[in-house]
């Protein structure tokens, strides 16, 4: 555990400590300001009764208990509306979780993986329909070769991918998938209604618009029903 844990103050506990510091501050201020006038003069007699009054306030079993249920009240609420801090538990070295059924929960237990690569890793999932290699972890957002090269003995793959109906589905659909351009789902949609359906990924490769990196990476993806 790191030590700034031992010393993490909830927020309520923040607050209540202020309060009471400020309310300390406040009787040593008005009492030394009243111990010094003179209580000759009867304007200060008053002065000096009143703020005999307030310590009494201070000293009053039920005003201090009163004052103390309040701030525990007010701490209750602030504790519900910022839960208690826990430390984030990581993996240790030999510890691994599979990469297309992990939830962002076991996601964020990979050291130097937190919530916001977490959610990216999943979207990105989501979007490619699973993920056919590791390697595709570098196209995430954000994703360097040294954060990589950091996560990946933390991991494991089972390839299992969401196929892509090239020959039914609608241009927009096409364009969803991270490996589909707009141009390519529009070249595509053309060829489906002059020639009908696209046979095979053959007849993609003859196309100006899909390159041969672009092939290989659509090969998992593509269905021809």
Known sequence: MNWKDYLYIQKGDKIAIILLLILIVLAGGVY??????????????????AFQTFLAGLKD????????NNAKTYKDKLNRSY??????????????????SSDTTALKMIPGIGIGYANRIV???????????IT????VWGMDDD??????PYLTITPKVRKV???????EELNKHPYISYKQAKVIVDIRERKGNIESLNRLS????????????????????
């Open 123 to 133: 979207k990105y999932r989501n979007l490619l329909g699973g993920y056919a290699h």
């Open 206 to 225: 003859l196309l100006d618009e899909f390159t041969d990196n672009d092939i290989k990476r659509l090969m998992p993806y593509l269905s021809f029903e």
């Open 165 to 171: 109906k090239i020959n039914s589905l609608t241009l």
């Open 32 to 49: 030394s300001l009243t111990s010094t006038r003179n209580v000759s003069r009867s304007e200060d007699v008053g002065s000096d009764s």
């Open 136 to 139: 595709q972890l570098k196209e």
């Open 83 to 100: 839960p208690k801090y826990i430390p984030q538990v990581k993996f240790k070295a030999g510890e691994t979780v599979e990469l297309n």
């Open 61 to 68: 079993k039920d005003s201090i208990e009163a004052f103390t």
């Open 147 to 152: 954060l990589y090269s950091k996560v990946i």
